[in-house]
């Protein structure tokens, strides 16, 4: 297990942007992944974005073009850039890091972000 701190959340209107960010507590070397997801009442924990090793990026469909993930290769802080946002952008933002392929993945204790006028 890899203790993640996550930071950024928050309230933004319609249209607005906010970034959030996430590192491991303790020294990962060059993790396999780390990533996004987000979960929104009454529904199931899914991908916004990851980043792999050699800086491959994975991104939903439905953040495509409006989302961007970034990495700080120094000390393998993520950053999720969240700009043209949406009401059905609201949900808690948990971050994940795998260190190897096959790994389960350990998880942050999620942040929330909510878009409202």
């Known amino acids: 297990q890899v203790p993640l701190v996550e930071s950024g959340g928050g309230l933004a209107q319609p249209g607005g942007s906010l970034r959030l960010s996430c590192a491991p507590s303790r020294y990962v070397f060059s993790p396999y992944a780390m990533g996004w997801f987000r979960q929104a009442p009454g529904k199931q924990r899914e991908l916004v974005a990851e980043i792999y090793r050699g800086d491959y990026t994975n991104y939903a469909d439905s953040v495509k073009g409006r989302f961007t993930i970034s990495r700080d290769g120094t000390n393998n802080t993520i950053y999720l850039q969240m700009s043209s946002l949406k009401s059905e952008d609201t949900a808690v933002y948990y971050c994940?890091?795998?260190?190897?392929?096959?790994?389960?993945?350990?998880w942050g204790p999620g942040t929330q972000v909510t878009v409202s006028s």
């Open positions: 994940r890091i795998k260190v190897v392929p096959h790994d389960d993945g350990s």
